[in-house]
């Protein structure tokens, strides 16, 4: 299985998303009826990103692998209770949410922040430094702290920056996953920004050197604070 995690937006919507809400209606009505081939698309279409999405709540590859597998193992059994009146990757991502949420705490990770060996991290470089050593040196050490930053934060507010701002959710999606208005949603990206640009305001950059200007463009496009050298 062929994975593209970032840890920024990614413009790229779900298959699923792009298509008429009916042709997602039709393949969990079909599911129901026992139709294999039709679960097996969804799982197809929506597995990539509750994947992510457990991955940058939990951390940990192995855990956001079995969220994932729990994920449609429980959608699977729970079909004839999904109501219509809301989207299918609604439903899942909820249960992605909670899932992640409660693997987090069971294993008491309190204490532990994002490392330079986060898997997190070297997805990222692996993607946006392009194979420049240079640069990925320098993105392995911020994106460490961004995560390190982002994982201080409270749970809740934590699940709605990764919703929107790394699964490229709008602030109505977040809200009906996690179950409160979009203006809720609003605040906390709001007050997580200010949050992380204080924590990351209270290191050094690299070397004592400002960050590139692709990378300052980068986090700039983020919304997140671009490090700068006192």
Not at 125 to 148: H, K
């Amino acid at each position: 299985m062929k994975l593209t995690l970032r840890l920024h937006v990614d413009n790229h919507v779900p298959t699923s998303r792009n298509s008429p809400c009916e042709t997602t209606v039709k393949l969990v009505r079909l599911a129901r009826k026992g139709d294999t081939q039709a679960f097996a698309e969804l799982v197809r279409r929506y597995r990539d990103r509750i994947y992510a999405l457990a991955l940058h709540i939990t951390g940990n590859q192995s855990d956001a692998d079995d969220v994932a597998q729990d994920v449609f193992l429980a959608a699977h059994r729970n079909l004839h209770r999904f109501e219509e009146r809301s989207q299918f990757f609604t439903w899942i991502y909820r249960m992605g949410v909670n899932r992640s949420l409660n693997v987090r705490r069971s294993r008491k990770r309190r204490g532990e922040t994002a490392t330079l060996e986060d898997p997190r991290v070297e997805r990222a470089v692996a993607i946006d430094a392009a194979g420049n050593p240079s640069r990925a040196a320098e993105l392995r050490q911020t994106y460490a702290r961004l995560l390190a930053a982002l994982d201080d934060l409270p749970a809740s507010m934590r699940t709605s920056v990764v919703l929107v701002t790394l699964q490229g959710l709008s602030q109505a999606e977040a809200a009906q996953v996690q179950g409160c208005s979009p203006g809720t949603i609003a605040w906390r990206i709001h007050v997580a920004r200010g949050r992380l640009r204080e924590a990351l305001g209270q290191t050094d950059s690299i070397e004592g050197q400002a960050p590139s200007e692709e990378l300052a463009a980068l986090l700039d496009r983020w919304g997140w604070p671009v490090l700068t050298p006192f």
